[in-house]
């Protein structure tokens, strides 16, 4: 589109990885916008039918969480061999939908980023209902193949959804 | 009597079946990933329990020292076979390359004598398997960063090190799709085989150009197979050949567990990169060059789970010895 961007029209499946049988069309049109790369692209979709219901899952992890004597601290998830823990899945979720928000926000039509791992996460506490997570992870640039270290703080709360308060690229030796 | 056979009940349970078969390979795992140690103690291994189809050699040393070992596999059947080379492990965080490579040795060996398929390839061809390409890095990705891509090479001036393998090789050499920076993961180096894996593999290549006939690079992740030309957008002279053997392979691949790869040149399929192996080979005269990159598509990435190296590696076989069939049956 003169002097705007470039717009697609994308129609896609979108398949759940906790149950691959679930899935789900959807539409979606993309504008990348022409000069400033430091806009992300703007996206507008619709889903056909209704995404699965998990409360009854969201419940048990908040409960879990909650009830924690100590804030949760892990790292290196998953490990090298590719493994995660039962206990550490929710929150390997969690890290690929914030992550998802962060992609969206740096993406350019010259970029595919993937999670690729969590460095670290550390639970920070609160006053409120919400769950806050400070996480450092690592993003795979397919097109340049760097690995770039990016923190993120994430919210969550059963009924109110993720949010990203805060996310920032880190230098490549800040792991050192 | 509550046990009919005790002996053989005794013998499931304890897999001593190991030691009755001193040809065994059963004592290896080859569902988990293996340290560089560990992959060459293996191959040292079957250099002396399968010496009638194994041969162990050297093309040189790595900058760090290390040799670069390769197997050659095959019934010395006659004085002139052509042959396949296949390497994994050109870049370091790509473990599932090196476990394909093994996984790939165990099954030519184990099923040589019961797989009509698999004694046709080992008796028409020689097969040159180097497990991990890269070594210094493979290492340094075991022990210091998991998600180590490049060589080890000292950089004169920058802290940075490393060259990456796969943008190393003399073909449009630091072209686009290449970096000339030395802190970036797409550096191609100095000048073309600067690193001396890439210059000690290009060396044998040439020497046995005229009897390689395909080479195959195993690369994560992506699920594609690709072909000739990295760095152009351009059509490669024996393309309906090699685009049927591709499309050929990943329906054989498909065909295990339902996983679609996409297939077709990696300029236009993955990206335009200058200086690859693949490339290189093609160049030198070898028809059939491919670049496989496996599972999975990003989920797991570098970090693909040891569950799932055994349906990778099955898939992965199918579509292998469906190219070198193909190979066999004369298209070039």
């Not at chain 1, 692209?41 to 889903?47: N, Y």
């Not at chain 2, 600067?194 to 395909?214: D, G, M, N, T, Y």
């Not at chain 2, 050929?248 to 990169?273: C, E, F, K, M």
């Not at chain 2, 059939?288 to 990435?301: K, N, P, S």
Request: hydrophobic share 35%; aromatic share 12%; proline share 4%.
């Amino acid at each position: 589109i003169d002097d705007v961007g470039h717009k697609y029209h994308l129609e896609l499946v979108l398949e759940d990885v906790l149950d691959k049988d679930s899935t789900v069309n959807c539409t979606a049109e993309v504008l990348y916008h022409l000069g400033n790369k430091n806009i992300a692209p703007a996206v507008q979709f619709t889903i056909e039918g209704e995404l699965k219901n998990t409360d009854e899952a969201d419940n048990i992890f908040y409960s879990r969480i909650k009830s924690l004597e100590k804030e949760l601290v892990a790292e290196n998830i998953p490990d090298s061999h590719g493994s995660v823990s039962p206990e550490m899945e929710p929150i390997r979720l969690l890290a690929q939908v914030a992550s998802g928000y962060v992609i969206w926000q740096n993406s350019t039509e010259n970029t595919k980023f993937q999670l690729a791992q969590i460095k670290h996460v550390k639970q920070v506490k609160r006053s409120d209902d919400c769950l806050e997570f400070d996480y450092m992870i690592l993003l795979h640039e397919m097109v340049s193949q760097e690995i770039i270290p990016w923190q993120m703080t994430v919210l969550w709360h059963p009924q109110h959804g993720v949010q990203v308060t805060q996310d920032s690229c880190q230098p490549k030796h800040a792991l050192e | 009597i509550l046990i009919s056979d005790l002996q053989k009940a005794i013998e499931n349970q304890t897999g001593l079946r190991s030691y009755r078969n001193r040809r065994s390979l059963s004592g290896y795992n080859y569902e988990v990933y293996h340290s560089l140690e560990e992959i060459q103690g293996w191959m040292h291994h079957l250099n002396k329990t399968h010496s009638d189809l194994v041969h162990m050699f050297s093309v040189g040393k790595s900058y760090e020292g290390r040799p670069l070992f390769v197997l050659k596999l095959g019934k010395r059947s006659r004085p002139y076979k052509k042959a396949v080379w296949i390497d994994c492990g050109i870049h370091a965080r790509e473990w599932i390359g090196p476990a394909f490579c093994q996984w790939f040795v165990k099954e030519a060996l184990q099923t040589y004598q019961t797989d009509p398929a698999m004694r046709k390839m080992l008796t028409q061809l020689y097969f040159y398997i180097m497990p991990v390409f890269n070594v210094d890095g493979y290492h340094f990705s075991w022990t210091n960063d998991r998600f180590w891509r490049k060589t080890r090479s000292k950089n004169t001036r920058l802290r940075c090190h490393g060259v990456d393998a796969n943008r190393n090789w003399k073909v449009k050499w630091c072209d686009e799709g290449a970096s000339f920076h030395p802190c970036d993961d797409t550096y191609c180096g100095p000048f073309p085989e600067s690193e001396p894996e890439v210059k000690a593999v290009a060396h044998f290549l040439r020497k046995h150009r005229k009897q390689i006939k395909a080479y195959l690079s195993f690369h994560a992740y992506a699920q594609m197979l690709l072909y000739p030309y990295s760095y152009k957008y351009a059509t490669i002279p024996n393309f309906s050949c090699v685009e049927s053997a591709a499309y050929n392979a990943v329906n054989a691949l498909q065909s295990a567990y339902g996983i679609r790869y996409r297939y077709g040149p990696a300029s236009s399929t993955l990206y335009v990169s200058s200086g690859s192996s693949m490339d290189w080979a093609y160049k030198n005269g070898i028809p059939y060059a491919f670049a496989f990159e496996l599972r999975d598509t990003g989920h797991f990435g570098f970090l693909l789970p040891e569950t799932l190296i055994k349906p990778t590696c099955t898939e992965t076989m199918l579509a292998v010895k469906n190219i070198t069939l193909h190979l066999l049956k004369k298209c070039h």
